[in-house]
């Protein structure tokens, strides 16, 4: 009799114990990019700079790859196989790296022969998205290679898409029409890092489709407000199965939380609520809003934000 | 592991008529048959409503209980079915390489109690046939654990109403079941159906046991209740027990319980261990 009562408090201790289970990150999502380091690069006449590159697959990790480096001007900037950038003439290039056909964010590299010169040149805004017809005060600043400023530069403005934010000579944007534009400012041939600029997109909004067989109705609606911070809302028509341990996430993944960003518990499965999501969070930073059943792992529904 | 048939499911709650053999017959006057059982599910999956199979987080169940049928009479047997430790646990996810972590949470309380009395319409020749009524108390609890969300019980009041027959032969038995369980708090009512042969050997008796539960859709309470689990649950299980009599009236059983479906319902293999005891007088 004491064995069998072993065995049965043997089966009770297998059942009772919390495990762990070990998950990977789920993205399905295309993360494959290739990311040069660093950025931005000053160098003086005849410097030699090594960058480097890092290509990331679709699940966003590091993975090995073989990189091709051009720079916009050899002249300028001569980069070899190897991402040696060697500074030929003053001036500013942009180089890109290449690996399984994907190109890099064009990175500036900017060659300097006087330590007094502008080096560099940095474009600021309160905001970044605008209403239609609304305007926007810009400011540039100058500095040399040591980071100090230097006053009193002139600047020329430029916006790669004048139909959807104007700029003019003091770097006063208006917004013109919904969509996106680059806008950078130049002082002596060396040229900013652009500044995003959306128009009318300060509103992101989806249906919930259900998922796993659950259900989730409604509409959601991200609302980038005057002050900065999101407002999360959802319509009358929102219902969800249930509402214990349940919680709204923003993700990247409509099928999973990893990566994404706790909004709040549920507390109630239906009727318009309204979430406030904190200033680390941005507008277009993800791309779901997804109703998951937490200690399960179960998403119910999820809403693409457009 | 989703392409496997055989990785099928039990239920998450008990219902002591799946787990013994029955059939059509009833204990004597004075005898009965008792067992202590501890049975253990581990789930990575379930079957969604629609019956498709999903992904969850490791779910365990664990299960002691004491089952006993005492005949009152020759034609009536009592019957209790008494799951008086269930444990519920639902693993801590920890997402890599990210590191987010969710917790893991646990519920351990007497679980579902069902009380039956079984009445014997033909009784003493090798076809017989039994008529019983079980009533499913909910001693088990709804809502429970850290997150509110785990279930020891379906927190309704089950009524279970069955007709069995048993068929003896040389050499073994056959016994099929029909029912029909009226649920309350607007769960849906379900048909139940089984079929069941057993031969014995010696000390050893095994069996093989087909048992299946549809829901009528006719409840208006969704998994809104308490919980992913909780209403319309469906489906067709099927596994064998095995029984080694040590002495004339002591013995021990091991059991497994698959499926071939589901909704509502976890989806991974059942195992049992019990002692059982008979009583003659």
């Keep these: 009799m004491t064995k069998i009562s072993a065995v049965f408090l043997l089966l009770g201790a297998l059942g009772g114990c919390i495990g762990e289970d070990k998950i990977e ?14 950025p931005t690069t000053i160098a003086r006449m005849n410097e030699q700079v090594v960058l480097t590159a890092k290509y990331l697959n679709r699940e966003g990790k590091e993975t090995p790859a073989a990189f091709s480096w051009r720079s916009t001007n050899p002249e300028v900037v001569a980069i070899d196989g190897e991402g040696k950038a ?27 022969s006087d330590g007094n010169q502008v080096a560099r040149v940095t474009v600021s805004a309160p905001k970044n998205t605008l209403a239609a017809g609304e305007k926007l005060v810009m400011v540039a600043n100058a500095s040399n290679v040591d980071g100090q400023d230097l006053p009193g530069k002139p600047f020329t403005w430029q916006s790669s898409n004048p139909s959807v934010v104007a700029v003019d000579a003091n770097g006063l944007a208006t917004g013109v029409a919904s969509g996106l534009a680059l806008i950078s400012a130049a002082s002596g041939g060396v040229k900013s890092t652009d500044f995003e600029v959306r128009v009318g997109g300060n509103v992101r ?18 609302t980038q407000e005057s002050n900065q911070t999101l407002k999360l809302q959802f319509n009358d028509g929102f219902s969800t199965s249930f509402t214990n341990a349940v919680y709204v996430y923003l993700s990247n993944n409509q099928n999973s939380i990893s990566g994404g960003f706790e909004v709040t518990k549920l507390d109630r499965a239906s009727g318009a609520m309204t979430f406030s999501v904190p200033t680390t969070v ?5 791309k779901y809003v997804i109703i998951h059943c937490r200690p399960f792992n179960i998403v119910f529904g999820a809403a693409e934000l457009k | 592991m989703k392409n496997h048939p055989w990785y099928l499911l039990a239920p998450l709650l008990a219902l002591s008529s799946e787990l013994v053999a029955g059939g059509g017959w009833t204990q004597p006057r004075h005898n009965g048959y008792f067992k202590l059982e501890s049975r253990l599910l581990r789930a990575r999956n379930y079957y969604n409503a629609g019956g498709g199979i999903t992904d969850i987080t490791t779910t365990s169940l664990y299960t002691t209980s004491l089952y006993g049928e005492y005949g009152l009479t020759d034609r009536l047997t009592a019957i209790v079915y008494f799951p008086f430790v269930t444990r519920l646990v639902v693993n801590k996810q920890s997402f890599r390489p990210s590191g987010f972590t969710v917790p893991g949470d646990a519920a351990t309380s007497v679980g579902d109690t069902d009380v039956s009395l079984k009445f014997g319409i033909i009784r003493n020749k090798p076809l017989v046939l039994s008529a019983s009524l079980t009533l499913g108390i909910p001693f088990g609890r709804v809502n429970a654990g850290d997150t509110k969300i785990l279930t020891t019980g379906d927190g309704e009041f089950n009524q279970l109403v069955k007709v069995e027959a048993g068929l003896s032969f040389p050499g073994g038995y ?40 549809q829901s009528l859709f006719n409840g208006s309470a969704g998994e809104r209740v308490n919980s992913v689990f909780s209403n319309n649950v469906e489906y067709i299980s099927y596994g064998p027990e095995l029984a080694y009599t040590v002495r004339d009236k002591f013995g021990v059983t091991a059991a497994a319980a698959f499926a071939a479906a589901g909704k509502n319902i976890l989806a991974a293999p059942t195992y049992s261990v019990g002692v059982f005891l008979k009583l003659k007088k």
Excluded: M
Excluded at chain 1, 25 to 38: E, F, M
Excluded at chain 1, 205 to 222: D, K, P, W, Y
């Design chain 2, 174 to 213: 056959a016994a099929a079941v029909v029912g029909f369980n009226n649920r309350t708090r607007s769960f849906s009512d379900e048909f139940h159906y089984g079929l069941e042969v057993g031969t014995s050997v010696k000390r050893f008796s095994g069996l093989v046991r087909l048992y299946a539960v």
């Design chain 1, 282 to 286: 941005s507008l277009t930073q993800f």
């Design chain 1, 86 to 112: 060697t500074a030929k003439a003053v001036g500013q290039v942009t180089i890109t790296a290449s690996a399984n056909g994907l190109d890099s964010k064009p990175s500036l590299f900017t060659v300097i």
């Design chain 1, 205 to 222: 909004t989806g249906a919930f489709q259900s998922l796993n067989n659950h259900s989730v109705e409604g509409i959601a609606t991200l």
């Design chain 1, 25 to 38: 990150d789920l993205v399905s999502d295309n993360l494959s990019a290739v990311v040069i380091q660093p």
